[in-house]
């Protein structure tokens, strides 16, 4: 069972106008709801490439519900959810049709009391002992120590049981210092960490700080991967437009299923990178297109980056690896 974990859950709400204009009324071409969150929509990706997986985190309110509810319909999803008195935040994102740009509005989330948070970490440690791996995803909502992440990775190492991380800022420092199996910051979550805004750079000064592994996603440009046994650059074959809203997140599942299945590095990059290009092809966020999934699979191009670190370089294994599970 693969676990993760969204502190601050959400109800995605994506609305799709033919243009959105500042200052403007607009009348919506549609809307699409889904459970959201980091966490949830990492879930969500690996529960669709046939994994089991056990999400948990907050929930409360009427918003809190209906996540709950939207989660229940998910095959080979468990709902661990811990409830909390506050509502639920939402997220609105704004698809303009005509430039295929979003806009995104992201609630800071309900407040979560102390007695909350250690029912939490009860059950949290409970679900370690049967996790094949965690993921720990997205903000901290208001109450929550700004050092959790830090803790839930020192429970998780305790435990055995490997730890990616993806959050930003205070939360993402004091994670590394805690040296989690893998982080996946964006280009700019890696600058504010290290300062650098040369990502090869970059990378290394994470793994300095403490990170096993640092994989960062450069959006359009792919993913760079900077590992002990080397570094890769993985990129699409070309540059889609659509949401970008939880492609991060579906690049999370590809590198988190492809550990758990002991794929080599370039494989998992290459998973990782098909999946976050077909959630921006997908009309919702935190989804993927299965079509241009497995199109896009066989497409990703990944290269060998030169090691200042002269590090080890794994070999890739057969494009076949790369699927993942149906």
Not at 180 to 189: C, H, R, T, W
């Amino acid at each position: 069972m693969i676990l993760t974990v969204t502190l601050n859950t959400a109800l995605d709400i994506t609305y799709r106008v033919r243009t959105l204009r500042p200052h403007a009324s607009h009348h919506v071409q549609e809307v699409v709801e889904r459970p959201g969150g980091k966490g949830v929509n990492v879930a969500r990706v690996l529960a669709a490439l046939g994994h089991e997986v056990t999400a948990t985190g907050f929930a409360g309110g009427d918003t809190g519900r209906a996540v709950r509810e939207r989660l229940a319909d998910t095959p080979g999803l468990v709902d661990r959810l811990v409830p909390v008195g506050g509502a639920t935040r939402r997220t609105v994102a704004v698809v303009d049709e005509l430039t295929g740009d979003t806009t995104q509005l992201n609630e800071p989330g309900p407040h979560v009391t102390p007695a909350e948070w250690a029912a939490f970490q009860n059950i949290y440690g409970r679900l370690l002992a049967s996790a094949s791996a965690v993921a720990l995803c997205g903000s901290l909502p208001p109450g929550v120590p700004v050092g959790a992440y830090a803790g839930l990775i020192r429970s998780a190492r305790a435990a055995g049981v490997p730890v990616l991380l993806d959050t930003d800022g205070e939360p993402l420092r004091r994670g590394v210092a805690a040296r989690p199996d893998l982080v996946k910051p964006n280009a700019e979550e890696l600058a504010e960490l290290t300062g650098s805004h040369e990502p090869l750079r970059a990378t290394q000064d994470a793994r300095r700080r403490g990170a096993h592994a640092v994989v960062a996603s450069l959006g359009a440009d792919g993913l760079l991967a900077h590992t002990p046994e080397g570094r890769w650059r993985a990129t699409p074959p070309a540059r889609v437009h659509g949401n970008p809203a939880g492609a991060g997140d579906s690049a999370v599942a590809g590198l988190l299923s492809g550990l758990v299945e002991g794929l080599c590095w370039p494989d998992r990059l290459t998973r990782a990178v098909a999946l976050s290009t077909a959630t921006v092809t997908a009309p919702a966020a935190g989804e993927f297109d299965r079509a241009a999934y497995e199109e896009l699979v066989g497409r990703v191009a990944v290269t060998c980056e030169a090691s200042a670190a002269r590090e080890p370089r794994a070999t890739s294994s057969p494009a076949s690896a790369r699927a993942g599970r149906s």
